[in-house]
């Protein structure tokens, strides 16, 4: 049998990341996933701080690492899933809550941590969106909140109602937030006066009240029966 080309043979296997990344990795949060695939996904989450999502390219991205397009491809199979681990990376610092907050404050205490990761990089809400859509992500952040309603007593149902509207509150106006803010970088419109910390803090706080209420309804209703 013929030996494989060496070109052959590199596109394969992948490549060792540039000894700059590898420097700066003491910087970053310890790694959940491979060592290399971890670098692949921070470099991504640089990408997005710099450029924005419609930048991120399998391409440019290898650009950025100094390897060939394949080596990407080696521990990502395409674009989508990268996205889903980048998303899941930038939720990683939101962790659950100290245990003697009550489980009300418990709730806040998340949805202010995943919208303060979010708004710390460009276009993020719409990578953890679609990271969540294709299903791919592991959208371990949620456990947190379903944990405190469970605490908080509220039933089945009420708990994921209640998740689905803080998460969707974080990400919903997140993403407004984030699509001005490029429009603006682009010159496509002035900046605005909007207070978008104010408006979700206003809405979260609706959100909560209504959990507290259905709460006091369930327990007036067990008592009941």
């Not at 992500?137 to 605490?151: E, F, I, K, P």
């Not at 984030?178 to 978008?196: A, N």
Request: hydrophobic share 45%.
């Amino acid at each position: 049998m013929a030996a494989q080309p060496a070109s052959a043979a590199r596109s394969t296997a992948p490549e060792m990341p540039p000894p700059l990344l590898v420097a700066r990795m003491n910087t970053w949060a310890k790694p959940t996933i491979s060592l290399y695939r971890w670098l692949r996904v921070l470099m991504a989450r640089e990408v997005l701080r710099r450029h924005s999502l419609a930048d991120l390219s399998m391409r440019r991205l290898a650009t950025e690492l100094g390897v060939s397009p394949n080596a990407l491809y080696w521990h990502y199979p395409d674009k989508q899933t990268l996205l889903a681990a980048l998303g899941d990376d930038i939720l990683a610092d939101v962790t659950a809550p100290a245990d003697d907050l009550e489980w009300d404050e418990r709730l806040e205490s998340v949805a202010r941590a995943m919208r303060a990761s979010l708004c710390a990089v460009p276009d993020s809400a719409e990578v953890v969106s679609s990271g969540w859509s294709s299903g791919l992500s592991t959208m371990a952040v949620l456990d947190h909140l379903t944990d405190a309603a469970r605490d908080g007593g509220l039933s089945a149902s009420a708990r994921r109602g209640l998740v689905t509207a803080i998460a969707q509150l974080v990400i919903g106006l997140t993403i407004e937030q984030q699509t001005r803010q490029q429009m603006e970088r682009l010159g496509v419109t002035g900046p605005g006066d909007r207070d978008y910390d104010a408006e979700f803090a206003d809405a979260l706080a609706i959100v909560l009240a209504g959990a507290r209420q259905v709460r006091a309804a369930q327990t007036v209703a067990t008592a009941a029966s």
